[in-house]
């Protein structure tokens, strides 16, 4: 439901349009009326109004004024000029001062309708944006624009939330990191995620419909489960209902919360009512970090390679946390450094570190990975990639652009083309500058760009499965968060 403010100092002006909004224009509601501009302005901030429709000429501020005042102050708010055939010219102005349209009177009730039909889909797409930019600000706990106002656009008495992440905690230490994401406009639901492996959801309390919310977080964790085999999914829900002011609260826990609970290749949903929880290394476990360390420090690499392979064994039993298990081994790297400074051949490991820890689907997947980088840097072995480096490089790019209505991941490429994460993940970061994740997402969605342009008139679903989403709406908003648009709103631009 739309909010309108009449302005008009002729009562039975300002009653004409109620009643033809109240009749005919079951989307919109009159919440409040003024004679003036200096008592409109007065009133914005406490009736909210989303769209203000004002006469022209009236005494103490005319609508000219009113207009170019909201304008300024609230970009957000949509204008409508009511103006007499004889103040025509006088109007036009107006459209310099920010309105959006203007009508004439003698007012005609279809004239109005039809223009606030028309108007319906801009303020759709304007209460999208403020609840995206305010779902921004609140995850991130900083401050929104000055005049955007939280109750406005999360109109809900009460709210649940739920964060689901596939695989491991977002990168935090390469550049080019994973895109932004955030709900299409046809959701119900307000979804936010720091990159595309992520959703956390806003979840109105009067859209369960008598369900349970840990039943409605309960089926979105499962729908992820069952997207991808190669990937592992974590949700934490918040068990209570919250007004939208403690939203940041609530997703300050709920991170906290992933951030302890993720254990790498087991899938988790946590209801939010345990207690923190920790895993204390064994003295086996201690015992063995040393052993390894002592074969850093004597250049062992075949001894320092079976012993690394018996710790990983042990942090795979004991169920450690990912933040565990990432310490422990820049803990073993930043030694190898200090002992053999690799640095200006293969530069720093932090990158191939954080990458291995985004894809990884398994603790044994991420052992073979970790050896790997470990063999890679040792001393003993400083090696050479060879001639043909390019040359299979460009096959594997070439095998993406083929195939990606395939599921692809960094595991499946890797197992087909014999090379291990850390080095694909190294080449890409060296012939592209970019991660292998981004790259797969930017041709994915230049595909689907090319394919909306060519093809216009095709369903979103049948152009999400051509280039490898199986979800129309996870397609719609990586979708929106490389491009800028929608996928319908693309089609509407270019077409």
Known sequence: M?????VDDEPSAQQHICS????????????????????????????????????????????????????????????????????????????????????????NPSDLHALLERLAGVLGGIQHRCRTELMRAMCSRSRPRGNLSVERYFPAQRYYAVIIRKNGLPKRFTRQTGFEIFSTKEEAVMVYGRDEMEALTLYPADLLAGRSFAEAARQLYEA????NPYHYVTAV???????????????????????????????????GTEADWHTEPSAKEKEQ???????????????????????????????????????????????????????EVYGSYTFLVDEALYYVSSMEELKLEMLALLKMLAPAAPGSEGDDTEQLFEAILSYLHGNMDQPLTISTICGKFSVSQTTLSRWFRKYKNISFNNYLTEIRIQKARQILQQNPGAFIKDVAERVGYGDQFYFSRIFRSVVGLSPSEFVQKTG
């Open 2 to 6: 739309y909010r309108v403010m009449v």
């Open 20 to 107: 033809i909004i109240e009749k005919k224009c079951p989307e919109y509601q009159v919440v409040a009326r003024a004679e003036n501009g200096e008592e409109a302005l007065a009133r914005v901030d406490e009736v909210l109004p989303d769209i203000v429709i004002t006469d022209v000429r009236m005494p103490r501020m005319d609508g000219i004024g009113l207009v170019s005042r909201l304008h300024k102050a609230h970009p957000e708010i949509v204008t409508v000029i009511v103006s007499g055939y004889q103040d025509f010219e006088y109007a036009k102005g107006a459209i310099q001062s920010g309105v959006s349209d203007y009508l004439l009177k003698p007012l």
């Open 224 to 227: 992820d489960l069952g997207q």
């Open 237 to 271: 829900m918040h068990p209570e209902p919250f007004q939208i002011a403690d939203f940041p609260g609530v997703v300050k826990r709920l991170y906290r919360q992933l951030d302890e609970r993720i254990v790498i290749g087991k899938s988790r949903f946590i209801d």
């Open 289 to 343: 970090r040393e052993l390894v360390e002592y074969m850093i420090r004597g250049e062992n690499t075949g001894g320092m390679l079976a012993e690394a392979e018996k710790l990983f064994d042990l942090w795979a039993a004991a169920g450690h946390n990912q933040i565990y298990i990432e310490n422990q081994i820049r803990y073993l790297l930043h030694l190898m450094k200090r002992n053999h400074d690799f640095s």
